[in-house]
């Protein structure tokens, strides 16, 4: 039998160069509380991802329920968001005691249908919260001319998109703010981490006392903050792998494109389309199981799966479908959203994937469908 191949494996620096990174810590005995690396990296991603403001937080869904509350949204307020996501996205609007209006996305690209959101707003509506599903960017400008014709805040929930560019600009300085996720199943990880980026400054002080818990000084707390800061070693693991970022993307976009040249020709498969001026992070490689292919999406994520390459269904259920939402948020018509959970598959990707690996995949791919 073959070796298992999991849908991701974590990127790591080599473990000289952690432990080289670390070892100041042994000196300064300084672990966390904003130093010197949780400073460092805020200020090398402002570079990278090409914002204005960076805040690193202890985690992405952290990062999204804190950019919410900063907004002090009135409470029972509606927030257009979308199904076709990590249940993260949603359960951050329902822990800031915020109403989701599920929007439907458009089987393209799997993003938010911008045509759809004017029908869901009502006069509770405070934001949209979009997702860069897979990395694949929302259609920003639209999203944002009708958030400024009804006065809605924009929040990006970015968390595939890391180093994702639109028009020459970072995919983190669209909307109000922008959320990502560096846990370690991301292109991008500090082990568990996120951040929020944004260009108000006045948001980065809102952001510091609310993952700290609001102090401001040994006798002076001015806010009511939770604890979600990042640690000095999840900020140089950040560092670290921030080294090796291009490399890392690079070799992922060389798998995608050999990925792409093995299935293009297998009837019943296809891939999301890319918009144009998208600089991309080639974060995942999903693929969508139409109904000219010989086997449905369940069925071939079995016959992958016995033959011990684990691809995963994301996302299905959709979050409007999950025990803990269903059937109490308005049922909007979900029809797209509902035909993707059903039919896409994400394969394996990584940087350390071998072209070995991805022969295999694909080969047993083929097998089952008509060439
Ligand atoms: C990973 C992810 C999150 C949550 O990030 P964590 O760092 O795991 O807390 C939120 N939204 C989406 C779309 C994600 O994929």
Not at 23 to 38: A, E, I, Q, V, Y
Request: hydrophobic share 40%; proline share 3%; aromatic share 12%.
């Amino acid at each position: 039998m073959n070796d298992k191949i999991l849908v991701t494996r974590s990127t790591m620096p080599a473990f000289e160069e952690y432990v080289e990174a670390i070892r100041p810590l042994w000196d300064s005995h300084w672990l966390t509380n904003m130093g010197c690396f949780h400073r460092e990296l805020e200020s090398q991603l402002k570079d990278y991802l090409d914002v204005q403001e960076v805040s690193l937080v202890v985690n992405g869904h952290m990062a999204l329920e804190l950019a919410i509350q900063a907004f002090e949204f009135p409470s029972n307020a509606e927030i257009i968001t979308t199904p076709f996501t990590f249940i993260s996205t949603t359960h951050a609007i329902v822990r800031n005691g915020l109403k989701p209006v599920f929007c439907d996305v458009k089987v393209s690209d799997g993003t938010m249908d911008d045509k759809k959101i004017e029908g869901l707003i009502s006069d509770k509506t405070v934001a949209i919260i979009p997702v860069h599903v897979y990395g694949n960017v929302c259609n920003v400008d639209a999203i944002q001319r009708i958030a400024d014709k009804y006065g809605l805040k924009v929040i990006y929930d970015a968390a595939h998109a890391f180093g994702v560019k639109y028009k020459d600009k970072g995919i983190g300085g669209y909307g109000d703010a922008a959320v990502f996720s560096f846990h370690a199943t991301k292109v991008f990880n500090t082990i568990e981490g996120g951040a929020v980026t944004f260009s108000a400054h006045e948001m980065y002080e809102k952001l510091y006392n609310l993952k700290n818990f609001g102090i401001r000084g040994e006798e002076i707390v001015s806010d009511i903050g939770a604890n979600a800061k990042m640690n000095e070693f999840a900020a140089i693991m950040g560092l670290c792998n921030l080294r090796h970022i291009s490399e890392a993307i690079e070799k992922r976009e060389r798998l995608c494109a050999y990925y792409l040249e093995e299935l293009s020709n297998v009837r019943g498969i296809r891939v999301f389309d890319s918009k144009k001026a998208v600089e991309r992070n080639y974060a995942y490689f999903p693929i969508i199981v139409e109904k000219e292919y010989n086997m449905s999406r369940n069925g071939l994520y079995d016959w992958l799966r016995e033959n011990n390459i684990f691809a995963r269904k994301y996302f299905y259920p959709l979050t409007s479908d999950q025990e803990c939402y269903k059937n109490k948020f308005k049922d909007n018509k979900l029809e797209c959203a509902k035909e993707l959970a059903e039919k896409v598959l994400v394969l394996p990707l990584y940087p350390e994937l071998k072209r070995e690996d991805i022969k295999r995949i694909s080969d047993l791919i083929k097998i089952k469908g008509k060439v």
